[in-house]
């Protein structure tokens, strides 16, 4: 073990480094080898808030392709134009149109890039606007969170429902 400390060697020998990690339930659902291509993490606020946010199914597709290429906080996605056209099937019209709502709504906030020859590169795409309209959510997914969970209280206890009326009552 050349290079390695004596700490290294403890670390790799550990129980925790030779024992499996508990695959998750998307690991579980989609194997091995569809999760080996990686995933994309779309909030379920904004699957669920789809129709609120005023998002129609295209713009939708366009936003998680967009979130796709999202690694690293600090580095806005700036996919090819040809390869959100390869991936949605659109064609280059109806991506444009939709790209100029998304923008024009607040969603997204396209920036030009250029090439070190002055020619133009891909758009940088800012996705703050994206999260700040699900951030003016959470309250309300809270409070229907909060809502639910009352409601399956209540359907677990027996007799629940007839107490708290019978309580609420003058």
């Known amino acids: 073990s050349k290079g390695k ?3 290294d060697q403890k670390k790799a020998n550990s129980p925790s ?3 499996k990690r508990k695959k998750s339930s998307t690991e579980k659902i989609f194997g091995d080898g569809i999760m080996a291509h990686g ?3 779309v909030p379920n606020i904004m699957i669920r808030a789809q129709a609120r946010l005023g998002l129609n199914p295209a713009q939708f597709n366009i936003l998680v392709q967009l979130l796709s290429y999202y690694i690293e906080p600090d580095r806005p996605p700036y996919p090819p134009k040809r390869h959100l056209l390869e991936r949605t099937g659109m064609s280059e019209a109806t991506l444009k149109k939709h790209l100029k709502a998304l923008e024009q709504a607040g969603f997204i906030e396209r ?3 250029y090439t070190s020859a002055g020619d133009f590169g891909s758009n ?3 996705m703050k606007g994206l999260v700040a309209k699900l951030r003016k959510l959470v309250p309300g997914f809270d409070k229907e969170r909060e809502e639910r969970e009352e ?3 209540k359907s677990e206890r027996p007799n629940a429902r007839r107490n708290s009326v ?4 003058p």
Not at 166 to 169: E, G, I, M, P, R
């Open 111 to 113: 920036e030009q890039q």
């Open 151 to 153: 409601s399956r209280r």
């Open 166 to 169: 019978a309580k609420a009552a």
């Open 5 to 7: 400390t004596m700490a």
């Open 124 to 126: 940088i795409y800012h």
């Open 39 to 41: 995933y994309t993490g």
């Open 17 to 19: 480094a030779t024992r």
